[in-house]
């Protein structure tokens, strides 16, 4: 019997190939490159290593590359020696990052091959780029600053709006000026409720008239004449296209004046004058003020209506009309003779109450200030203006009737869409017996505020 052919030879054969087999799929299936030469090593530091074992993968973009083979110490850290396939292509800029799989504590290394062109990784080289990972123990110690953080922001919160320790923090000093600006306000508002009232009542009426102005529907109203206006216009526009065709195809002395390129020349220079003038024009810009504030001591309230005219930036010309409560105060010196005695002079003093006066004033502008003067209240006078508060607020004075030296003084704050409100004291040195604060508001409108109320109205 040949010894080939023995059942013990035949089973012994079949099962070191069955094992043979079983090693190869191993090797085949395994996470550990080192088998057959297919891999590269390499190794860097970490300063702790917690949750890391042998054998653990190594990953790149989430797949599975390689393992690590050692973990031990060195100077102080933790050692770890991977061992990754060649085709990753580690270069010398490849970082790694420790990462946790879950919630558990179970980490894994994930590794980026580097830059595309930069120099090959020797074999058994170390990774020196070493990102830090977002782990549990990390979340949780961010949690932790945030939550002291938050605890210190309570704490400060709780000092600052209790009664001790208001001045100690921006916010308590701030929470306690609102509280006495919203006392000053309601006291004010209680103290002057009917003279507010009064002024609200006025700026209706002024609103009332425009209304009625902008919505008048007789024959002589505004919107009637707009139309028979436009109307009017667009006739004129029909004769201008008719007149232009006329002078383009040559017809008539103008279109054989425009034929000649000297006289072309010549038109071309005068309208480009004209188009400058009207340019200018165009920037000029106007507007209309209403105002209206109450006098305490006077026991009346001052209105006044002006116009502002203005060319440029930096100038302006204004005509008011005002109606004054306080009035104008005349005083004359009359003689008398009795039976030929020494005469006996009377002094006699007239007072004009709600006296009109009129203002044409010219204004300059310098920076944050203004000048005005030229004829104030039908003296001469001149005043001083002074802007802040990004141009929201101003402040005034005026000087004029230098015979009886008049001095007022006011601050106006702008709200909104043109109303403003305005207080101060009058006639401060007391000159007339006018002597009063006083407290209002008003309504300024531009030329581009007139052309959307026309736009708004209902033709």
């Known amino acids: ?13 079949l099962v070191v190939a069955i094992g043979g087999l079983i090693a190869f799929m191993s090797m085949q299936i395994s996470d550990d490159p080192s088998y057959m030469g297919r891999s590269k090593k390499a190794w860097f530091l970490l300063p702790n290593a917690n949750g890391l074992i ?33 085709d990753v292509g580690l270069t010398r800029s490849a970082a790694v990052e420790m990462r946790a799989n879950g919630i558990l504590g179970d980490k894994h290394i ?18 020196v780029n070493v990102k ?16 002291n953080n938050l605890k210190e922001v309570a704490q400060n919160l709780k000092e600052a709006v209790s009664e001790d320790g208001t001045n100690k923090h921006i916010l308590g000093r701030v929470v306690q000026n609102v509280e006495k600006l919203t006392r000053d306000l309601a006291q004010m508002t209680s103290e002057n409720k009917e003279q507010i009232s009064e002024i609200v009542d006025q700026v209706h009426g002024i609103t009332s008239t425009i209304d009625e102005l902008v919505n008048d529907d007789s024959d002589t109203g505004l919107k009637k004449t707009w139309k028979k206006t436009l109307a009017r216009l667009d006739n004129s526009m029909k004769n201008i296209d008719e007149i232009t065709t006329k002078i383009n195809n ?16 010549d038109v071309s220079s005068a309208i480009e004058g004209i188009s400058g003038l009207v340019d200018s024009a165009n920037k000029i810009t106007t507007g209309i003020d209403f105002n209206s504030y109450y006098l305490n001591q006077v026991g009346g309230a001052r209105s006044a209506v002006g116009i502002t005219i203005q060319p440029g930036l930096d100038r302006y010309y204004y005509l008011g009309v005002v109606n ?14 009795t039976n030929g005695g020494t005469p006996i002079r009377q002094s006699e003093k007239k007072i004009y109450k709600s006296k009109v006066k009129f203002s044409l004033l010219y204004a300059k502008n310098f920076f944050d200030w203004t000048l005005r003067a030229g004829l ?15 141009d929201k607020a101003s402040i005034s004075n005026d000087f004029y009737d230098f015979d009886q030296v008049q001095w007022r003084a006011a601050i106006n704050y702008k709200l909104f869409y043109g109303f403003y409100l305005v207080g101060g004291y009058n006639d401060i040195l007391n000159k007339r017996s006018a002597q009063s604060a006083y407290f209002g508001a008003g309504l300024y409108l531009t030329n581009d505020d007139l052309k959307l109320l026309l736009t708004k109205a209902p033709f």
């Open 1 to 13: 019997m040949s010894f080939l052919s023995l059942a013990e030879v035949k089973v012994g054969a």
């Open 54 to 86: 042998k054998g653990s993968a190594i990953k790149s973009a989430g797949i599975p590359v390689g393992v690590i083979r050692d973990i031990r110490l060195q100077d102080g850290q933790a050692r770890i020696d991977v061992t990754v396939k060649s």
């Open 110 to 127: 994930d590794v980026n091959p580097g830059t595309i062109g930069d120099s090959e990784l020797e074999d058994g080289g170390q990774i």
């Open 132 to 147: 830090s990972g977002g782990s549990l123990d990390d979340v949780m110690g961010r949690v932790g600053e945030i939550t």
């Open 250 to 265: 040559g017809e008539g002395t103008i279109g054989k004046l425009v034929s000649d390129e000297q006289t072309a020349e």
């Open 324 to 337: 004054d409560p306080a009035g104008v105060v005349d005083e004359s010196t009359i003689e008398t003779t």
């Open 376 to 390: 104030m209240e039908n003296t001469g006078g001149f005043g001083v203006d002074y802007n802040f508060y990004r």
